[in-house]
């Protein structure tokens, strides 16, 4: 019976997201274990009432054992800006220009071809308070990569390149390309001090020849936006550059203020 109802419950929920190769699924709920399970799963995302936080294919708390996390205090009107930035085509530093001016703090989470190809602009999101996360060196399916060995030379090809850039250590930030994911994988990068960090809001802003019109962008962005929302957005989306500052400006005037990852944590230990 409890199965059941939580089937009738994700079956309510009209709009499933799924990042990069595939659409998000509703979870096999009659499973021995609904939620966590060892193959791989796309994280995904079912939408109820709008500006109210979504529901994931894996709980907040079921996540946090893990240290991993998809939305932050759903009771305070608290943003979370964070991007996916897999290669640089002038549209980067738009974000960056936005964020300085809105006195906001971002999360990029890069991979290797990013930090190869824009070092300058690497250097100025550590200079200007942002903190930079790892997103593989080689962008693969890390639900594939059974053994540690492996799995930590995606992320460790990445932080030291960070570290040569820009004489810093790399946050401990872990974003699974593409939202692929299972426990394996999530007790690896908990094993290796990183806290993987999904989202609670997106959208289709990634085809570079099909960009979103800032209509259809907003029509994603604001009656989906709510409490401890963690943002995703694609650094390489120019539709995102164009519109970002007015985005933000949208949001605050919707009564949001924008909080860092630093803040999130700190609120976790509360």
């Not at 994700?10 to 060892?38: H, Q, T």
């Not at 930035?85 to 001016?101: F, H, P, Q, S, V």
């Not at 990029?108 to 308070?129: C, D, H, S, W, Y």
Request: charged share 25%.
């Amino acid at each position: 019976m409890k199965y059941k109802k939580t089937l009738l419950l994700m079956l309510l929920f009209l709009f499933m997201y799924g990042a990069g190769a595939g659409a998000a699924k509703i979870v096999d709920v009659f499973s021995g274990s609904p939620f966590m399970r060892d193959e791989t799963e796309n994280w995904g995302l079912g939408f109820g009432t709008e500006g109210e936080a979504p529901v994931g294919n894996v709980s907040a708390e079921e996540l946090k054992e893990y240290d991993a996390f998809y939305v932050g205090d759903t009771a305070k009107k608290t943003i979370y800006l964070t991007f996916d930035c897999g290669y640089e085509n002038g549209n980067t530093e738009k974000i960056l220009d936005a964020l300085k001016k809105h006195k906001a703090q971002g999360a990029f989470f890069v991979v290797g071809n990013f930090l190869e190809t824009a070092p300058k602009i690497v250097k100025r999101m550590q200079e200007e308070g942002h903190l930079v996360g790892n997103h593989t060196f080689h962008h693969p399916d890390m639900s594939q990569i059974g053994d540690l060995a492996s799995f930590q030379k995606e992320m460790d090809d990445v932080a030291n390149l960070y570290k040569e850039i820009t004489g810093e250590e790399m946050p401990k930030l872990y974003r699974p390309p593409q939202g692929k994911y299972n426990t394996e994988n999530l007790k690896m990068a908990k094993q290796l001090g990183y806290h993987t960090f999904f989202w609670s809001l997106a959208y289709v802003d990634w085809y570079q020849d099909n960009q979103p019109t800032a209509e259809e962008a907003y029509a994603k962005l604001l009656p989906r936006i709510h409490p401890g929302a963690i943002v995703l957005l694609h650094a390489t989306s120019k539709t995102n550059g164009d519109i970002f500052d007015e985005l933000l400006t949208k949001w605050e005037e919707l009564g949001y203020t924008f909080g860092s990852l630093e803040e999130f944590f700190a609120a976790q230990k509360d």
